[in-house]
DNA sequence: CTGTATCCCAGCGGATACTG
DNA sequence: CAGTATCCGCTGGGATACAG
């Protein structure tokens, strides 16, 4: 019990086959390596890159835009978007004007757009309890015009609460 | 135009109202100090603190519990839950065990707890993209038992796609 | 316009040892 | 059990200058 309590200790981990044998605990994997929010963290880890992600889902895909509305520096938007681009969240794609020569534009992959969920959401907790304030509007449904936020719904559609959640650890079993 | 577009610049931050006159460039207020997701990421900056963060909505409350589960060291689950407590994402309570001496034990707060989508859309990304795989049954609705992820969501209840996005600047004019 | 090269500093975080 | 003190290496990120 104390084992499976320790051994389960991280809720955002991978599913556990409860009833098998456990192995030494030596032989564990560590919690962070099963963990998805741990790795998300390695691949998105810093500041700037969450930075230059925010201004690729607005719109930018030029360099110096990047360095401009994301406020970092030349050598680090370089870094982050080596670093992205090498992640697979974003991809650089040749593209040319009439009578340009060719250029390099940055473009959100599926991978990378789908941290979409985790911007909006972190945005929603910053203004509620950063600023203060509901902001409405900033990011809606094209047809509708609803507002859109990342918003924890169970599988029946029922919006839930913090209260409401059953948390179960479900961390894997080594191989 | 240019003006606009540049001052315009960052997808996810305050209201602007594009009727009024923009004052002198240099008097803009940094994009990134009106930004509720950038100054999310000044309260919760580091690796370890969502770390910390995911073992308290996991349960853990003392201190030895953070350092094992989160596996990070002594130094560290102690400057971070100083720094969380100063945010008033965790709190520090006393207790007492009947017969034992007065311990503390960290809780969520309400501003703490309300973190719970990012961490949850974290997670469904870093299962996803990482692990590829879909996991049913981490975190269920109480009740119902039906499968909570963080999803957009329209005000009219549509579920919306990335493609589906209107994204508004909403830049607020300094005072 | 799109970077790279270099220098520099501050902060994260591990290891170890120590205290109430 | 719940931290603190100290040391130290790694990395993020700014400034500046330079290059294709």
């Known amino acids: 019990m104390d084992a499976y309590a320790s051994y389960n200790a991280g809720m955002l981990t991978q599913p556990i086959q409860m009833d098998q ?15 998805p ?9 810093t500041r700037s890159a969450f930075l230059i992600m925010r201004e690729a889902f607005y719109g930018a895909t030029r360099f110096d835009q990047f360095v401009e509305r994301a406020e970092v520096s030349e050598p680090v938007a370089a870094a982050r978007l080596r670093e992205l681009v090498a992640e697979g969240l974003l991809e650089k794609l040749p593209y040319q004007e009439p009578g340009q020569r060719t250029r390099h534009e940055y473009r959100l992959t599926d991978k990378g757009a789908d941290l979409l969920p985790v911007l909006v959401s972190m945005v929603a907790w910053g203004d509620r309890w950063l600023f203060d304030r509901e902001v409405r509007g900033r990011i809606s449904h094209i047809g509708c015009g609803g507002q859109v936020t990342a918003e924890l719904r169970c599988a029946e559609g029922h919006e839930v609460g913090i209260g409401e959640l059953e948390l179960r650890s479900t961390r894997r079993l080594p191989a």
Chains 1, 2 share one sequence.
């Open 21 to 35: 044998r456990l192995p030494p605990r030596d032989q564990w994997p560590a919690i962070n390596d099963d963990c």
């Open 37 to 45: 929010m741990a790795r998300m963290l390695e691949v998105l880890s």
